[in-house]
């Protein structure tokens, strides 16, 4: 079993920054990707960021390239979601998720590749 406590939404204005963290406890090799998902109201669950604890190049969705950065710190057990120039549509829960892999031809993206979801933190981004 893993468990994923996230922490580190906010009310910003746009423009700003936040950086939000998931905790992850429980077996590592069921969490070797790790990522981060966005709900948006009204919307469904999208994917933003992934990451493999080796290390690799990480996945970022379109919109938020060039301003978010995820990384993982493994000695804290930690995935990071830093972003940047924040805009009202990056507005909405955030959820950290994680599985063993990805499946074959399988897709970061897709929420059913994650075994593991946390319970979600608020972001709120004002024009």
């Known amino acids: 079993q893993v468990q994923l406590v996230e922490s580190g939404g906010d009310s910003v204005q746009a423009g700003g920054s936040l950086r939000l963290s998931c905790v992850a406890s429980?077996?590592?090799?069921?969490?070797?990707?790790m990522a981060w998902f966005l709900q948006a109201p009204g919307k469904e669950r999208a994917g933003v960021a992934a990451?493999?604890?080796?290390?690799?190049?990480?996945y970022y969705a379109d919109s938020v390239k060039d301003r978010f950065i995820v990384s993982i710190d493994d000695n804290k057990n930690t995935m990071y979601l830093q972003m940047n120039n924040l805009k009202p549509e990056d507005s909405g829960m955030y959820y950290c998720a994680a599985a063993h892999g990805l499946s074959y031809g399988g897709d970061w993206r897709r929420t059913g590749e994650y075994t593991y979801w946390g319970q979600g933190t608020e972001v709120t981004v004002s024009s």
């Open positions: 429980g077996h590592t090799f069921q969490r070797n990707i």
């Open positions: 990451a493999y604890r080796s290390g690799g190049t990480p």
